[in-house]
C-alpha cells in the first residue's frame, strides 16, 4: 500500500458526460501529479500541483482540469468525454514540488466511455 | 509525449533466471526511478536513483544511474515466479517541476 488513495475504482459513463476523480495524497506529501495510461501512449503526466498550486501541465486537454484544495486533496475533472478518453488515469504524491524526490501512485482508476 | 527508450519490450525467461533491462534519453536526467506494475494496478516503486553512478540494490533487485545521466539499467537476479509484471523506468529531467517521464515498460514473463 503507497499510502495514495484514489476514488472511484472503477467508471463507466458514456460519451458527452463529465467526471471526477479524486485522490488523497500519502501524509505529508505536498505534491499531486495526474498521468493517464492508455494502451497506445502508455504513461503520460498530465498535471502537476504542489500545495495548492498548479506547478506543471503535461499533455492534457483543455476538456480535462484538476485543482488541489487546502487539505491537499486533488481532483481532476474530465468533461465532453470522448471513447478516446478510456484508460486508467493514476494518481502519485511526493513530498517536494521538484526533483528529486521519489513518486508513490495509487491504485488508479479506470475509466470507460461508452 | 516525450518517452524513453526502454528494452527489450518482452522477456520470457526460466525461474531461476537473471534479468536484464535498460533505459535511455538523448535528454540527461536528475533522478531515475524503476517501477513494477501488475495488471490493473498502479505502478509500485522498485529502485530510486539520484546520482550519476550510483548503484543500488533493493533485495534481488539491482539498479544503476549511468555516468552520462542519460541511460539505466535495472538486474533481476535469480527471477522468481512473481517477478512477472511489466517494469517501467521513469526519469525526471532537472527542472522545477517532478514529472516523471515514462519508459514504453518490459513485460516479464517467468516460467516454474
Known amino acids: 500500500d503507497s499510502g495514495v488513495t484514489q476514488t472511484p475504482k472503477h467508471l463507466i459513463t458514456a460519451t458527452g458526460q463529465r467526471v471526477t476523480l479524486r485522490c488523497s495524497p500519502r501524509?505529508?506529501?505536498?505534491?499531486v501529479y495526474w498521468y493517464q495510461q492508455s494502451l497506445d501512449q502508455g504513461l503520460q503526466f498530465l498535471i502537476q500541483?504542489?500545495?495548492?498550486?498548479?506547478?506543471a501541465k503535461g499533455n492534457i486537454l483543455e476538456r480535462f482540469s484538476a485543482q488541489q484544495f487546502p487539505d491537499l486533496h486533488s481532483e481532476l475533472n474530465l468533461s465532453s468525454l470522448e471513447l478516446g478518453d478510456s484508460a486508467l488515469y493514476f494518481c502519485?504524491?511526493?513530498?517536494?514540488?521538484?526533483?528529486?524526490?521519489?513518486?508513490?501512485f495509487g491504485p488508479g482508476t479506470r475509466l470507460t466511455v461508452t | 509525449g516525450q518517452q524513453l527508450n526502454q528494452s527489450p519490450q518482452s522477456m520470457f525467461i526460466q525461474e531461476g533466471e537473471d534479468v536484464s533491462m535498460n533505459c535511455t534519453s538523448s535528454s540527461i536526467f536528475n533522478t531515475w526511478l524503476w517501477y513494477k506494475q501488475d495488471p490493473g494496478e498502479g505502478p509500485v516503486l522498485l529502485i530510486a536513483?539520484?546520482?550519476?553512478?550510483e548503484l543500488t540494490s533493493n533485495g534481488r533487485l539491482t539498479a544503476q544511474f549511468g555516468i552520462t545521466r542519460k541511460d539505466s539499467f535495472l538486474n533481476i537476479s535469480a527471477s522468481i515466479p512473481s517477478d512477472v509484471g511489466i517494469y517501467f523506468c521513469?526519469?525526471?529531467?532537472?527542472?522545477?517541476?517532478?514529472?516523471?517521464?515514462f519508459g514504453q515498460g518490459t513485460t516479464l514473463q517467468v516460467k516454474p
Open positions: 536513483l539520484y546520482k550519476a553512478g
Open positions: 502519485a504524491s511526493s513530498v517536494s514540488g521538484s526533483t528529486p524526490y521519489e513518486q508513490y
Open positions: 500541483y504542489y500545495n495548492g498550486e498548479e506547478r
Open positions: 501524509s505529508g506529501d505536498l505534491s
Open positions: 521513469a526519469g525526471q529531467l532537472p527542472s522545477n517541476t517532478g514529472k516523471l517521464i
